[in-house]
């Protein structure tokens, strides 16, 4: 094993294996593991160029003689070796004589190390398991490696981050956690740990992380080369905006994006579309968007109006805009067989292949095919068709459904991309979905892009990607599963995030039941980094079949507007829509901040209060901006909610204008139509009236 410097690295040699740790930004390095000649050239989301940060690489002489030799043989036993420690800023990376790699802060402070159970001859820890911090496994007869790394755990971390994750806790400290895009599961491998660093595995591999008790592990399947960030902060707050430099921030929000969002499974044409946001207008009610869903084409991949339901859109989407109201037009990836596109995508190569078998993806309402969004060429055509059938017609807003992609079935290793097997980069194929959008929109002079999407990969953010949370049930429960998934997201970098109010699956709007799930989860969404209801609201089956040319077309669910579920249930409803608009101001500085710095609108109790021990449990609550302290309602039957109040602030219930020290837990009343908000150091917002 050799250690050595060049050009600003240090490199540990060990037959044909390299590892290549160097600066990589601010407080930060860059480790990447290669058992070929040659590296290989993806860089994934750390594709952003950084300064040259000159680090500093030491080496020194070590003596390693076994501790068990005595007198005579200690001569004969006695050698010396290298060890060497490259350090950015306040990271420092040790690297033992004999390649391990451990981290530090810039107080000495063990931030993590890897976990080796080998013999050690320095720290006379000697295990003989063989078992090593990394490995970079051949795959027989391929060009192509099992990644596995490993690193020590730690009794007292909290991990935080990684994405959406359909499940109860925040903190991901003993979970196990797939590295793959599913439907409402957004594999983003950022953590951030209370230890005081933040690790990121710059591989879009399906694979898994597992925060154990005896170990941390990552492992990908296929790969070519071990890719890991590591930065180190004091606290949250540095360690996100540490990253978000060397992936990216989202751009600034356009206006429409901080208002309220009418959505529904689905408005069929453009008469019913119209008639809502009318009827909205004539109530005095604020909407900023409104949102054609899936199927309002003739084939899945036509990516334009079906013209019997949509007899004139540009005129829709003019009047909406007189209304101050952006039309959002739904985009699905797939390709029906039957489609005006699918024989020149075929031809082009722009469909996404199957390594064997049928290569249909979906047959959902007909047999269709993912079109491949690694592929430059295939993003230029699909925007190029949604250009001409919908943005000249006025339409800037486009929701990217179906993003992960949602394979039926999930089988990975059957797919294959223009950027490799999707066992090796399937996760970014929402990065690729988005960007061709974005890409389309700057060249068509959009100064503000949004995209709302369905899932996202580390990176996506920077392309204004508005992730919302699938698929998920109308339920207490899912909405307890939502708070975690949308404070996660955002500290794994992506800060706009949504999910579908009241739930998407099921929800029948006469139900008792469903309406106070559905108004515990507006006065949530109104405190949410986007505002925005939708849900398929059972049942959704009702009306006959319909068909255009021979092609099935896809029927509606029951009425999703805010006086639809009762008069008493929308007053409350519209308290919540101009608590909103009250809000505005406030939202956009905070949107404002997150362009500037990535730091999230929605975050966990511990990114403003990190000194706190207590609020780095709490997983009930959250900080909306700096200054809101929001405890949503998520039990049927609720009258009243605990809060703790962090310490170095004082708190005011924005409900009964009550003063507390912080520092403490309360009770506070949380009547149906209230959601417990508590105000910071004696800021002035006017939430209730």
């Not at 020590?152 to 359909?166: L, V």
């Not at 047999?367 to 690694?374: Q, R, V």
């Not at 204004?464 to 998934?485: C, H, K, N, P, V």
């Not at 209060?609 to 700096?626: A, H, R």
């Amino acid at each position: 094993m050799r250690l050595y410097e060049e050009n600003n690295t240090l490199v540990i040699a060990n037959g044909v294996s390299k590892v290549v740790i160097e600066p990589w930004g601010v407080n930060s390095l860059r480790v990447r593991m290669t058992r070929e000649a040659k590296m290989d050239a993806n860089d994934w989301a750390l594709e952003i160029p950084q300064p040259m940060l000159k680090a500093e690489i030491k080496f020194e002489m070590v003596d390693v003689t076994d501790p068990w030799y005595k007198g005579e043989e200690y001569a004969q036993y006695h050698q010396s070796a290298t060890q060497a420690s490259i350090t950015n800023g306040n990271i420092t990376a040790k690297v033992s004589h004999e390649g391990w790699i451990s981290y530090y802060n810039e107080k000495g402070e063990l931030l993590t190390e890897e976990y080796w159970r080998t013999r050690d001859r320095i720290n006379r820890y000697c295990v003989p398991l063989r078992v090593e911090g990394r490995d970079l496994k051949p795959i027989k007869g391929s060009s192509d490696y099992v990644l596995t790394a490993r690193f020590e755990a730690f009794d007292d971390e909290k991990i935080f981050g990684m994405g959406q994750y359909q499940e109860k806790h925040m903190n991901k400290k003993g979970a196990v956690l797939e590295l793959a895009h599913r439907n409402s599961q957004a594999s983003v491998p950022f953590m951030v740990s209370n230890r005081g660093y933040g690790f990121f595995w710059n591989n879009p591999a399906i694979g898994t992380a597992t925060f154990g008790t005896n170990k941390t592990e990552w492992h990908a399947v296929s790969t070519k080369k071990m890719d890991y960030w590591i930065t180190a902060g004091e606290t949250p707050a540095q360690i996100l905006e540490q990253y978000s430099a060397v992936t990216g921030r989202a751009p600034r929000m356009p206006e429409y994006g901080l208002g309220y969002w009418q959505c529904k499974l689905r408005y069929r044409n453009q008469d019913e579309i119209l008639a809502v946001a009318r009827e909205h207008k004539r109530r005095g009610l604020p909407m900023d968007a409104i949102v054609v869903d899936f199927f309002h084409w003739t084939r899945q991949g036509d990516f334009k109006f079906e013209p019997r339901d949509w007899p004139n859109p540009k005129a829709m989407v003019d009047e909406l805009k007189s209304m101050g109201i952006e039309t959002v037009v739904s985009v699905w990836p797939t390709i029906d067989e039957r489609s005006e596109n699918f024989g020149e995508m075929a031809d082009k190569g722009y469909l996404v292949n199957a390594d064997r078998g049928n290569p249909n993806h979906m047959t959902w309402m007909g047999n269709t095919i993912f079109y491949d969004a690694t592929n430059p060429g295939a993003q230029k055509f699909v925007w190029d068709k949604c250009k001409e059938n919908y943005y000249d017609l006025g339409i800037r807003c486009f929701w990217l459904d179906e993003a992960e992609p949602e394979y039926g079935p999930y089988d990975f290793d059957n797919y294959r991309y223009y950027a490799g097997p999707a066992q090796q980069c399937t996760n970014t194929y929402p990065v690729g979905y988005i960007k061709g959008f974005y890409d389309g929109l700057k060249a068509a002079g959009e100064t503000e892009q949004l995209s709302l999407i369905r899932c996202a990969w580390a990176g996506s953010q920077k392309y204004g990607a508005l992730t919302w949370s699938g698929d998920i049930y109308s339920s207490f429960r899912a909405m307890r599963e939502q708070l975690q998934a949308g404070l996660n997201m955002g500290m794994a970098g992506i800060p706009w995030w949504t999910s579908d109010i009241g739930g998407f699956l099921g929800g029948n709007i006469q139900d008792k039941a469903f309406q106070e799930l559905l108004v515990r989860w507006f006065a949530w969404g109104a405190f949410c980094p986007v505002f925005r209801m939708h849900g398929e609201r059972s049942p959704w089956y009702e009306r006959e079949e319909e068909f255009i040319n021979g092609v099935r077309q896809l029927t509606s669910g029951q009425d999703n507007e805010v006086w639809s579920f009762g008069e008493e249930n929308y007053k409350i409803l519209t308290k919540y829509l101009f608590i909103r608009e009250r809000l505005r101001p406030y939202i956009r500085e905070c949107m404002d901040a997150t362009s500037r710095t990535g730091e999230p609108v929605m975050r966990p109790m511990f990114f403003d209060f990190s000194l706190d021990e207590t609020c780095w449990n709490v997983e009930d609550q959250y900080m909306f901006g700096p200054d809101l302290l929001v405890a949503p309602v998520m039990e049927a039957g609720a009258t009243e909610r605990e809060i703790y109040l962090p310490k170095g602030a004082t708190w005011t219930d924005a409900y009964t204008k009550k003063v507390y020290e912080g520092g403490q837990k309360v009770t506070v009343p949380a009547p149906i139509d209230i959601i417990p908000v508590m105000i910071r150091d004696g800021k002035e917002y006017q939430i209730y009236e």
